[in-house]
């Protein structure tokens, strides 16, 4: 080979390979990820309540259960339900789980799940999606808005990133406001496996 013949192979098989890794790398849209999914263990519920001057509390959840069905016809149609047990909040600090487990905020005893069922999916461009439906909390049902994105599909597995806010005092949590930010701020990392 010339020199310029092998600089040129060689401009080929980069492009070649930036072009494969593209391809492997590009994630999916909401259409081509259609099916019903069941949410699994490996999913992580996090969420954060702001404080005045900074810090705050953060956590996660770390028992929960639910599905999911997208529909690739019609995005409109796709449904979630999920499941949430307020008694597995971890926080690191047993004093602070013990305060949001008692009647103060959740109140495990008497209210030992928290509920959402989606009531309207919009899609809000190729692989992203504001659902909107009912949360259930200590017997309080409200509409909340959550944001999806989906952030990895592999045919029988899917990943999604949602966040929203919630407001605590609709659900008669607003215990330490102003102090602490009446919003409990959600990252969820959805990992759904197909049915």
């Known amino acids: 080979m010339t020199g310029k013949t092998t600089f040129l192979?060689?401009?080929?098989?980069?492009?070649?390979s930036?072009?494969?890794?593209?391809?492997a790398t590009r994630v999916p849209s909401l259409d081509e990820a259609s099916g019903r999914y069941r949410i699994a263990p490996s999913s992580q519920i996090r969420f954060s309540v702001g404080q005045v001057g900074g810090g705050g509390?953060?956590?996660?959840?770390?028992?929960?259960?639910?599905d999911f069905q997208l529909?690739?016809?019609?995005?409109?149609?796709?449904v979630v339900q999920f499941l949430l047990y307020p008694a597995s909040v971890k926080t690191g600090e047993p004093r602070v789980e013990n305060f949001l487990k008692s009647s103060a905020v959740f109140d495990t005893e008497k209210y030992d799940v928290i509920r959402f069922a989606s009531t309207r999916i919009t899609r809000t461009?190729?692989?992203?999606?504001?659902v909107e439906g009912n949360l259930t909390a200590r017997g309080i049902t409200r509409t909340e808005h959550f944001q999806a994105k989906l952030t990895e599909w592999n045919h029988r597995a899917i990943s999604l990133a949602i966040t929203g806010g919630v407001y605590r005092s609709r659900y008669n949590m607003d215990v330490g406001t102003p102090i602490y930010s009446n919003i409990v701020a959600f990252n969820l990392t959805i990992n759904g496996e197909q049915n």
């Open 9 to 16: 192979f060689a401009t080929g098989l980069l492009l070649l």
């Open 18 to 23: 930036a072009a494969a890794l593209a391809a």
């Open 57 to 66: 509390i953060s956590g996660q959840f770390g028992q929960f259960s639910g």
């Open 71 to 78: 529909d690739n016809h019609d995005i409109t149609r796709s």
């Open 125 to 130: 461009g190729e692989d992203t999606a504001d």
